[in-house]
């Protein structure tokens, strides 16, 4: 059976919307799309993600600091061009353990998310001989 990933949905906290919508909006320039109307009291917030793969980003209570390994991974043409983006906008950049043929680096969104940035460069391997 084919699969394909159609949306990855992540949380945030109640009165935040401006807060994401300056991240992922603004600042990561993604596309904004509005949610089905039958969801229109679940405060929700759509954005596109290439083609045909989107983020929902939903409102839940927070249940403390989530530090866990949990992430989703967005491949960028230009890594070096959006990891200075973030840093001039004054985003903490963590890097990680190199993956040959794949730089990457990770930031938090302003409600704690884990986002992974990385740009296919080469099949990884082959570049780890």
Do not use: K
């Not at 320039?29 to 983020?55: F, K, M, Q, V």
């Not at 990680?96 to 704690?112: K, T």
Request: net charge negative.
């Amino acid at each position: 059976m084919p699969t394909r990933l159609q949306h990855v949905s992540i949380a945030r906290p109640p009165q935040s919307s401006d807060a994401a919508r300056a991240f992922y909006g603004d600042l990561l320039g993604l596309e904004e799309i509005p949610p089905p109307r039958s969801l229109a009291a679940l405060d929700l917030i759509w954005y596109r993600l290439g083609s045909d793969t989107e983020l929902h980003i939903l409102v839940e209570e927070p249940v403390g600091q989530d530090r866990s390994g949990r992430h989703f991974c967005l491949a960028v043409d230009d890594i070096l061009a959006v990891q200075e983006r973030f840093e001039a906008a004054g985003v903490t950049v963590v890097g990680d353990v190199a993956i040959p043929g794949r730089p990457r680096f990770f930031v938090r969104d302003p409600f704690g998310n884990l986002i992974e940035f990385t740009a296919i460069e080469d099949d990884y391997l082959l570049a780890q001989g």
